[in-house]
């Protein structure tokens, strides 16, 4: 066991971040990295892609990135086979954090949303985890962070495919990881609240009553910045946390517990 001092380090570590464009994961990725990590993003969107990868890869540890539409579930292992390229053939962490939101009453919600933010938000995360996964059995040692939510816990309004999709990436973490924590290859999840985003941008504008209520219930008083999952997306990545594995931990400023 390292000292406790060090023992969050990241150094000579390899990790794959899908949605590390921007928003959380890009605050996730900049935080591996800043422990040590060396990093491939992947994302669809090509320019912010660049961008982040030049502004994460300005020092320190290399950043690649791959471009990838996660929605196309036939093109992963092609993705993957580039990322994992990319690093060397090796690869230690998995943050599977690209996601997408539709909000549609549940009685006009149409169809073909509904598919494809299962295929990115829940499918994509599986097969992305079968994939790394076999990589770091042989290995004999990962770890694989999924992105859950509150909605892995509770349905909210206006987003069935959404709450369906996390519920089942809270299931599958726990699922994965009863196969795989005994063959070094620990699964967990970060489930944030609500947090300031793009994503989340548009429930401020469009639904300012909500949004209202929604803060006056998270008893930090306050929505969640992208910097705020920093700590346990290294914390999970890490040493540090061994023998941690099935957990889907809320970072929620205590939105759950009221
Ligand atoms: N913002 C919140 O309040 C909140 C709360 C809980 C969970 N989350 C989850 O956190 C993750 C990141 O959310 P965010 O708020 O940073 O959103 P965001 O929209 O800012 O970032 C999502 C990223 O995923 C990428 N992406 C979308 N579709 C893709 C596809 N088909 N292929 C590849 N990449 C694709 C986007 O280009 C973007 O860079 C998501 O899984 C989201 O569900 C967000």
Redesign the pocket.
């Given at each position: 066991m390292k000292h406790i001092n060090t023992v969050f380090e990241l150094n000579g570590k390899k990790a794959i971040v899908?949605?590390?464009?921007?928003?959380?994961?890009y605050s996730i990725a900049e935080g591996l990295h800043d422990a040590g990590a060396e990093i491939v993003l992947?994302?669809?969107?090509r320019e912010?892609l660049v961008n982040a990868a030049e502004a994460l890869g300005k020092e320190g540890p290399k950043v690649h990135y791959v471009v990838?539409?996660?929605?196309k579930l036939d093109e992963l292992h092609n993705v993957y086979q580039e990322a994992l390229e990319k690093l060397g053939g090796r690869v230690d962490i998995l943050l599977n954090?690209?996601?997408?939101?539709y909000r549609c009453k549940a009685e006009d919600f149409p169809l073909d949303k509904w598919k494809l933010i299962l295929d990115?938000?829940l499918s994509?995360v599986f097969v992305l985890a079968q994939l790394a996964g076999r990589t770091m059995l042989k290995q004999g040692s990962g770890r694989i962070i999924n992105?859950?939510?509150?909605t892995s816990f509770f349905g909210s309004e206006m987003v069935p495919a959404?709450t369906a999709s996390?519920g089942g990436v809270m299931q599958i973490t726990k699922a994965l990881s009863n196969e795989w924590a005994g063959r070094g290859v620990n699964v967990n999840a970060i489930?944030?609240?609500?947090?300031?985003?793009?994503?989340?941008a548009d429930m401020k504008e469009k639904n300012p009553a909500q949004y209202e209520e929604i803060t006056n219930r998270i008893p930090a008083r306050r929505w969640?910045k992208?910097e705020d999952l920093q700590g346990i997306a290294v914390f999970l990545a890490s040493d540090a946390s061994n023998y941690i594995s099935g957990a889907i931990i809320p970072v929620d400023g205590g939105y759950l517990g009221k």
């Open positions: 899908t949605g590390g464009a921007r928003g959380l994961c992947i994302d669809i969107n912010n990838g539409d996660l929605s954090g690209a996601g997408l939101q990115i938000n994509a992105v859950a939510s509150m959404y996390k489930a944030p609240g609500y947090m300031e985003t793009a994503l989340t969640g992208p």
